[in-house]
């Protein structure tokens, strides 16, 4: 089975800290994913990786970087976390071909920043 | 740019009754269509999906799904409920225009079942 692992389920940040939500997938996937979930609006794509060093913009990439050094891990970087930016991050994997939509997903991380 | 309609925010059911969770999704061009599934404090889980071929598509759990081309629609079904359905769903679809390798989700619909 795709295992997706998030660094934290819970996180509590301070307005202005640099946060790192890290992300690992173990299938050798070359597409890599970081999703905001909040109610009411459900998943918005950030950041979407499709090969090592390469990222493309989502629907919400405002204060968000990501950064993707080996195949496996994807980083998302909150360089100046703000109250806003409170909400639950999921993070993605898949593969190219047929099944390429097929998205597996991590368990999540709940950032809070006060 | 494609769009996913969730119908519903919220659906309460007793248990044992059937349920119907409504999607529509907008798109003249070809379309994968999903039913992801989150139960509390997890992350996504693939329910069923349609890519190709017959438009009743059976997925784990005992749902199943029916693709409506004429009405752009992906409504998901259960006969019987349980308890254990308890959850959050999110529709999602992918293809052109949307780009090649994204899905666009819908806003999700918590499903609430009753004893």
């Known amino acids: 089975d795709v295992k997706v692992t998030q660094s934290s389920r819970y996180l509590v940040k301070r307005t202005g800290e640099k946060v790192f939500l890290e992300c690992v997938q173990d299938m050798d996937h070359e597409n890599m994913f970081w999703y905001r979930q909040d109610p009411g609006l459900g998943l918005r794509l950030i950041y979407f990786?499709?090969?090592?060093?390469?990222?493309e913009k989502g629907d919400i990439p405002e204060g968000y970087s990501v950064s993707r050094e080996k195949k496996e891990r994807f980083s998302l970087i909150l360089e100046s976390a703000s109250t806003n930016q409170t909400s639950m991050y999921l993070c993605a994997s898949s593969s190219p071909g047929l099944a390429v939509y097929e998205q597996y997903f991590g368990p999540g991380t709940r950032l809070t920043v006060t | 740019a494609q769009s996913v309609t969730q119908l519903d925010s919220q659906v309460p059911v007793f248990e044992e009754a059937p349920v119907e969770l409504r999607c529509n999704y907008s798109s003249s061009v070809s379309v994968y269509l999903f039913w992801y599934v989150q139960y509390p404090n997890q992350g996504l889980q693939l329910l069923l999906k349609y890519l190709s071929g017959s438009t009743l598509v059976k997925g784990i759990n005992g749902f199943e799904a029916e693709f409506n081309k004429s009405q752009t629609s992906f409504h998901l079904r259960k006969p019987s409920v349980h308890i254990s359905d308890t959850a959050e769903y999110f529709c999602a679809a992918g293809g052109r225009p949307q780009g090649a390798q994204k899905l666009v989700f819908g806003q999700g619909t918590r499903l609430t079942i009753n004893p």
């Open positions: 990786s499709y090969d090592v060093k390469m990222k």
